[in-house]
Nanobody, 114 residues
Framework: QVQFVESGGGLVQAGGSLRLSCAAS????????IGWYRQAPGKQRELVAK???????TYADSAKGRFTISKDNAKNTVYLQMTSLKPEDTGVYYC????????WGQGTQVTVSS
């Protein structure tokens, strides 16, 4: 059974940075196309960054130039480094495969104040 445990969120001021972590179990991130998703208040969950098994990363327009997705295959963990945070980045962040075929974890809350 594949499970994800997200962590690293918090409350930051606009312009600040956070590093999110997603520890996966029950499968190997080294073989997956995996991504970070965000669910803002009152909105649908959206994919903000994804990374292929070989390491190629792509980003939503809203994340380009500010977010960096990476993974540590040995730790079976995926990261999202977020810089120059904006209030519109506020939401609960989740990781999952792309497409999201597994159950969602509890997510980690990111709140950016203006």
């Amino acid at each position: 059974q594949v499970q994800f445990v997200e962590s690293g969120g918090g409350l930051v001021q606009a312009g600040g940075s956070l590093r999110l972590s997603c520890a996966a179990s029950g499968g190997a991130v080294s073989t997956w196309f995996i991504g970070w998703y965000r669910q803002a208040p009152g909105k649908q969950r959206e994919l903000v960054a994804k990374i292929q098994s070989g390491g190629t990363a792509t980003y939503a327009d809203s994340a380009k130039g500010r977010f960096t997705i990476s993974k540590d295959n040995a730790k079976n963990t995926v990261y999202l480094q977020m810089t120059s945070l904006k209030p519109e980045d506020t939401g609960v962040y989740y990781c999952n495969r792309v497409p999201a075929i597994y159950s969602w974890g509890q997510g980690t809350q990111v709140t950016v104040s203006s």
